[in-house]
């Protein structure tokens, strides 16, 4: 397992309400692309957050800690934690929040240890809303590439 799998299966153990969205999520969508890190959309609820910063200590080195409650705010931007790779975490994007898409959201089945461990990642419908509004030259491509994805289902 990977770096980015074992980061994503930890905050699926503790129960950690969030989606995976960016590359991953392309991947998952069938549009395997490289990446360099891994973005996530966490519910915004203090015991969720929390929780994320509870795991996040244990990650790396610990650059989480450095982090409150406070620092997580109901607004577009993304909090950047970098310990073997970036993570970036958003509360907020292309004005949607977790509780948006909460019916978007699909599961990746990843074998591990011989334990099947489900990871929430946005649907390609989504992930085009999410990326529609970008003007980085990977979106305008991974739009492309998922609404082809979306047309041939």
Known sequence: ???????????VEVDLEFAVIGGFACAFNGWARSTLD??????????NIKLLLKTLSKWG???A?????????????AIRIIEDFPLDIFI?????????????IKYFELTSENNTINIPYVNAKTLIKIKSISHREQDKIDVIVLKDIVNKK
């Open 38 to 47: 891994v973005d996530i959309l966490l519910k915004f609820d203090k015991q």
């Open 61 to 63: 080195e610990g650059a």
């Open 1 to 11: 397992m990977n770096a980015f799998e074992k980061l994503l299966v930890k905050l």
């Open 92 to 104: 907020r994007i292309a004005n949607l929040s977790y509780n948006d898409i909460q019916d978007d």
């Open 65 to 77: 800690d450095e982090l409150t409650e406070d620092d997580f705010t109901n607004e577009p931007g």
